[in-house]
């Protein structure tokens, strides 16, 4: 059924990964010339001390897995009968998911090299939003599977 736990979780999640693509995941500041570094799910970009920007590189691969992680929370929100389906669907996003924030991370640590800053830069609510998703996501797959037994506890009184 619809309306169980697990789509209110399942839901959060697409919110989550919506969250990840509209803000921003990281930004470095404090660099001795005074530049920045912000970095959104579309773009890393440079700007100067009066925040005029200086370069933008496209980063759509982030979007791309957001996205893709958003779309199969939502397609797992409808696949209510088949609770092993929903559950294979939950785990490859966990995989999404996973894959999301590690290139998140390699992408932020390969531009603190780069410009060889001091600091590691701070993760905007962007990047914290991946990791709600994925608590969200364990959690909808707790109550599946709960479901689940639920159901083969029935059929084994009949």
């Not at 700007?47 to 933008?56: F, G, K, N, R, Y």
């Not at 958003?70 to 669907?89: D, E, H, T, V």
């Not at 894959?99 to 531009?111: D, P, R």
């Not at 060889?116 to 830069?121: C, D, I, L, R, T």
């Amino acid at each position: 059924m619809i309306q169980r736990i697990q789509t209110i979780f399942l839901f959060l999640v697409v919110v989550a990964m919506g969250v990840t693509i509209g803000t921003e995941l990281w930004t470095q500041t404090g660099i001795s010339n005074g530049d920045s570094w912000h970095l959104s799910a579309f773009a890393l970009t440079n700007l100067d001390a009066q925040s005029e920007v200086i370069e933008s590189t496209s980063k759509w691969y982030l979007a791309a897995l957001a996205s893709f992680a958003g779309l199969l929370a939502l397609i797992s929100i409808f696949q209510y009968k088949n609770r092993a389906r929903q559950m294979m669907l939950n785990m490859i996003n966990s995989l999404v998911m996973v894959s999301l924030v590690a290139t998140t991370f390699l992408t932020t640590n390969g531009i603190n090299s780069e410009i060889q800053a001091q600091s590691g830069g701070s993760y905007g609510i962007g990047f914290w939003a991946i990791l709600v998703a994925m608590v969200m996501n364990m959690l909808a797959n707790r109550f599946i599977k709960k479901d689940e037994a639920l159901v083969r506890s029935v059929d084994r009184i009949r």
